[in-house]
């Protein structure tokens, strides 16, 4: 009974926090260059002293959420037609300069401001491979699978696409937009640049609903589980220890 109480603690508390996961992933299917996250599991107990501990030899016998990690896996590309729309296919991110500063993309729903310059359609402008701000002239403006931008046949900068060395080094900040972590450093990519096109999210619909609902009758079943032990041990305590 310990062991089985164990192994429905541990199974409801990581289905609980797949579960945000989920949603969240279902959410954002629609959202441009959304990069779903998948989850990882770990040992339940953690440290110096875990192997010694009998707790920790029954409980981590069952998986414990770890937490999550981006899945860099390719969205499909839609054309649209906008020659300031962008797509990236392979690995690689937009860089773009916040306020909190610089922060990463697959959204290349880009604009040009009355000045010139690139930005990200909420207004943070786009740097290139030497994190400037790219200034694009007036004029019918091409765009290379490398991310040299051209107007008139002249070229006026090149497109920074970055990549990092896993989805370990990188964490979400609001939708779609990431940042580094653990004192990743960026790589210009060799990933193609497609003009007139955005990236879909990464998570299909149909999926993602199969998940939700899977994660959820899982939840439910660990929940039930845990609640019959629970009023085992209550009878145990109510009934049979009297008796000793």
Not at 114 to 130: C, F, K, R, S, Y
Request: proline share 5%; hydrophobic share 40%.
């Amino acid at each position: 009974m310990d062991s089985g109480i164990y192994a429905a603690f541990s199974g409801l508390l990581a289905r609980t926090e797949a579960l945000d996961s989920a949603a969240s992933n279902l959410a954002n299917a629609n959202t441009h260059g959304f990069r779903a996250e998948r989850e990882f599991f770990r040992n339940a107990i953690a440290g110096p002293d875990a192997l010694n501990s009998q707790l920790n030899r029954t409980v981590n016998n069952f998986g414990v959420l770890g937490g999550n990690q981006l899945d860099f896996g390719q969205g499909v590309l839609a054309p649209t037609g906008n020659p300031l729309d962008l797509a990236i296919e392979g690995q690689g991110f937009f860089a773009l300069q916040t306020p909190n500063g610089v922060r990463y993309t697959r959204d290349g729903s880009f604009q040009r401001t009355n000045q010139g310059v690139l930005i990200a359609a909420t207004g943070e402008p786009v740097l290139d491979i030497n994190n400037k701000p790219i200034i694009v002239p007036s004029g019918e403006i091409s765009i290379g699978s490398d991310g040299v931008i051209s107007v008139g046949g002249a070229t006026a900068g090149k497109l920074g696409v970055f990549t990092f060395d896993g989805p370990a080094s990188m964490q979400p900040e609001g939708v779609n937009r990431y940042m580094p972590v653990g004192g990743a450093k960026p790589k210009l990519s060799s990933a193609g640049v497609h003009q007139g096109a955005l990236e879909s999210s990464n998570q299909d619909v149909i999926q993602g609903t199969m998940q939700l609902i899977l994660v959820q009758r899982q939840s439910e079943m660990m929940q039930k589980a845990l609640s019959i032990f629970h009023a085992d041990f209550d009878k145990t305590a109510s009934e049979d220890l009297p008796r000793v």
